[in-house]
Nanobody, 125 residues
Framework: QVQLVESGGGLVQAGDSLRLSCVAS????????MGWFRQAPGKEREIVAV????????YYPDSVKGRFTISRDDVKNTVYLQMNSLKPEDSAVYSC??????????????????WGQGTQVTVSS
């Protein structure tokens, strides 16, 4: 069974950068997609980045495009989220997730079957 463990969150000031990591352990790891999601208090969980494992194509919503970069190391079974020019509105719990099928759209929560526990990112103004 695959397990995902995130790290790298913390408290930063607006304009700072953070890099989140998500390490996958367990059976042979070969997802279709890996996603980073975030959820702020009182808000729905939203996608912030997706990477296709086989070809490293990526997707970002407009809210983070140009500021966030997702990447992966298939030797280490690790996915990263580099976050630059952070804003207070980026504050949330960030979770990584692994999707193993093509059934649902890559931006949908339903496309992902395995989730990490999340890491808090707080950006002060």
């Amino acid at each position: 069974q695959v397990q995902l463990v995130e790290s790298g969150g913390g408290l930063v000031q607006a304009g700072d950068s953070l890099r989140l990591s998500c390490v996958a352990s367990g059976r042979t790891f070969s997802p279709v997609t890996m996603g980073w999601f975030r959820q702020a208090p009182g808000k729905e969980r939203e996608i912030v980045a997706v990477i296709w494992w086989i070809n490293t194509n990526t997707y970002y919503p407009d809210s983070v495009k140009g500021r966030f970069t997702i990447s992966r190391d298939d030797v280490k079974n690790t996915v990263y989220l580099q976050m630059n020019s952070l804003k207070p509105e980026d504050s949330a719990v960030y979770s990584c997730a692994a999707g193993f099928s093509w059934t649902y759209h890559y931006s949908s929560i339903r496309a992902y079957s395995t989730w990490g526990q999340g890491t808090q990112v707080t950006v002060s103004s």
